[in-house]
């Protein structure tokens, strides 16, 4: 008999506390469809105070999204880089200022490609560890995600 008393006082205070929710604006709407998976960064060795980070954006939405920003605590500034090969054969890597995700399709940023790049590094990246990253949408607002820290392939290749 107290179990149930409980019980029912716990569902009422639980039912009293629900309020009705506005609806929901577009740009959260978009949130709710763009899937952010495969996350990870790299590790930073000793002594150098810049690192990766590595995932695919997959876009389901009727409308064309870009990143236009990224923001993490644990680095002075995040970039979003792209790696390309000039016409010497030498693999550059170069800034951004934003990167399209069209509607119905998906971005992979990873080694080799596309990827975000850590500057000023607070603390050493280490194996194990979960860097908190903000990325910004244009449509679809600021989303976080979490890139645990794993060994991987490097992003490799020269022009920093």
């Excluded at 995932?55 to 790696?83: C, F, K, W, Y």
Aim: charged letters at 15%; aromatic letters at 4%.
């Amino acid at each position: 008999m107290n179990k149930a008393l409980v019980l029912c006082a716990a569902l009422f205070a639980a039912a009293c506390g629900q309020t009705q929710s506005p609806a929901p604006t577009a740009p959260q709407e978009a949130a709710a469809t763009l899937e952010l998976r495969d996350a990870w960064a790299a590790p930073t060795p000793g002594g150098v105070d810049v690192s990766a980070g590595y995932l695919t954006i997959a876009n389901g939405t009727s409308a064309e999204d870009q990143l236009i920003a990224v923001a993490s605590a644990r680095a002075e500034r995040v970039e979003i880089h792209e790696m390309t090969m000039d016409e010497a054969g030498v693999m550059r890597m170069r800034a951004v200022n934003s990167l399209a995700v069209p509607a119905g399709e998906e971005i992979n940023l990873g080694p080799g490609g596309l990827h975000l790049m850590f500057f000023g590094v607070t603390q050493p990246f280490a194996l194990g560890e979960e860097i908190p990253v903000t990325l910004t949408f244009a449509n679809a607002g600021a989303i976080d995600v979490v890139l645990p820290v794993r060994a991987g392939a490097t992003h490799g290749g020269g022009g920093h």
